[in-house]
């Protein structure tokens, strides 16, 4: 079965501790990319990756940092967590038929 | 980056009912997507439209999108509790070699027996 797999599902964290949240694909896609997502505010793309030698900035990349050192991987790192950075996370590919989410990854900064 | 004003913003309605959601934007898209998201899932996505003016048809959905490739709508027939959950449109702009999804607001609908 296509899959996007993120990990954790839910994490509360403190403020200023580091962060990873894992995005695992089995599509054998080249893109790949991180959203936030916040009430009123609908999906907004933090970071993406057309291939494992090219990532760049969506619209909201403060604060956050990716890597792609193979094409099935996408973490998303936070290297200081802050409140404001409590949101909704997805993962998501892209293939001929168009985007894959995963189930999302709730983060909680306090 | 283009921006996607979704309405209504939240909609209840009985069971049977017909519902139409909105997207607007006042820059032009190559193509527009249209998703549904559940609680504690990521969206799914229902269908693309392409070619301004075009309507596709998923069972009880019908979705058109505007002549100048600017708008979308999204009607619901008899809409069914398994219809509830947030409706998410998504203009698709492409540049050279790139492309790039922007998200509305969505629309958030639920729809009791």
């Known amino acids: 079965e296509a899959q996007v797999t993120q990990n954790p599902r839910y994490l509360i964290t403190v403020t200023g501790k580091k962060l990873t949240v894992t995005c695992s694909q089995n599509m054998n896609h080249e893109y790949m990319s991180w959203y936030r997502q916040d009430p009123g505010l609908g999906l907004r793309q933090i970071y993406y990756?057309?291939?494992?030698?090219?990532?760049d900035k969506g619209d909201v990349p403060e604060g956050y940092k990716v890597s792609r050192k193979e094409k099935r991987n996408f973490p998303l790192i936070l290297e200081s967590p802050s409140p404001n950075q409590t949101s909704l996370y997805f993962c998501a590919t892209r293939g001929y038929y168009g985007y894959t989410f995963g189930s999302g990854t709730r983060l909680t900064v306090v | 980056t283009q921006l996607l004003e979704q309405s209504p913003q939240f909609l209840s309605i009985q069971e049977g009912e017909n519902l139409t959601v909105y997207c607007n934007s006042s820059s032009v898209f190559s193509s527009l997507q249209w998703y549904r998201q559940e609680p504690g899932e990521g969206p799914v996505l229902l269908v693309t439209v392409v070619t301004g003016g075009e309507v596709k048809k998923l069972k009880r959905l019908t979705f058109q999108f505007g002549d100048a490739r600017k708008d979308s709508s999204l009607h619901i027939t008899a809409a069914q509790p398994g219809d509830t959950g947030l409706y998410l449109c998504a203009g698709v702009e492409r540049t050279t070699g790139f492309q790039k999804l922007v998200f509305g607001t969505g629309t958030r609908l639920l729809v009791s027996p």
């Open positions: 990756s057309m291939n494992v030698e090219v990532t």
